[in-house]
DNA sequence: AAGATATATTACTTTGGAGTATTATCCTAC
DNA sequence: GTAGGATAATACTCCAAAGTAATATATCTT
């Protein structure tokens, strides 16, 4: 338990590692007040003044993981439009497959997700990105007059991460739906509505 | 300033309404741990102490504000129930109203729905609650032949929450919309959906 | 083999902020 | 006008948890 000293090779970027992995998993099961330092150490393996080698505060470990959150999405943005501008799909498919690549991802990293997009400061600025970002794509399709032009696009991206956040939540993180199921689910109730259109009425 | 004793009649009720407003926004403005209850109690022209005396802890004061909300909530359902039951106009009116009410209330309360449903750990039963009796009202319609036959209205009815979660953060706290403007735009694009019925392909 | 350096520990300080013991003042009832 | 309950203030205690000073040991370099 706990040698001290330099350990072979590693130059404590392992130590460093378990740090944000526990931190990780804390943070996501208990937000940050709640997450202490000294479980973190504790159950890296390590204590306290050890934490203070890797990060200046608690504080910094926490954004260093917003910030890798931040990061691997906006990764995720860059390549979904390289692959959507290749896909010469139909509609349904096309969006569809965006938000998989979203689902896929908070599925992948579940404790990021949680941190930078529920419980961070910043998952405002976060979402409000990803909001612009949806709108722009709906408008494109919106001007090529795929989609009804008495919309506001800006309302609808923003009705679409809310439909994101919640089944993420619910559905997502609790296993009880798939990625991909989510994103088709999402993508024909917003595409066709719920209105019976062969309504007797 | 800051009278000691017993004043003219009040019996404290009024320290207590005084504690409990200054504790709304504080709460609401900062979260449960950034609050201080010294901050409340000076805000409220009292000290601590005197805070003691009407709530029995800082989580006690946060719990009472987050039942006010549950029940404000749990009256507005019942009463909007009567309503809808009275009402014999379209679709979309029936649903837009029901939307109504509930913006109209949050408008009503930010302070409180900010948190009861934003801040509290409760939040995810309150909202729970919503989904599932809106789930049921969905059903219903659905049986009638209303609603295309294919979809689960769970799902729906957790997207329409996300949808009103993130609307009334963005655009209606912010006064960008107003309830009714909300109401509408999501019954619209929830019912007819986005896609063009017009559309040239 | 002997610094030098990185990594770790033991044991401590510090502080923000929740909660309290005690005392004082005002109002009502008798 | 005085006893007693209610409402308030002054001046604390206490503790959890962040962060630090001083020190020890393992490995790398030459």
Redesign the interface.
Known sequence: MGQRGRQKGSIGVKSKEALLAVAAEEFAKNGF?QTKVSTIVNRAGLTQPSFYLYFSSKEAIFQELVHTFRNKLINLTKESRLESNLDNSN?FTKISSGLLAVFQFFDDHRHLTRIGFFLADDAKEIK?AM?MQIAEN?LAEQQD?????D??MV??A??I???????TM??LFTGEKSPQQLAN??V??????????K???
């Open positions: 007040h509609l409000q909001v709906l007059n795929y989609f009804r032009q919309l506001d309302i609808v923003e009705c991460i809310g439909a994101i956040e919640r089944l619910t559905k689910e999402i024909d109730i917003y595409l066709y509505g719920l209105q019976n259109t309504s007797l009425k």
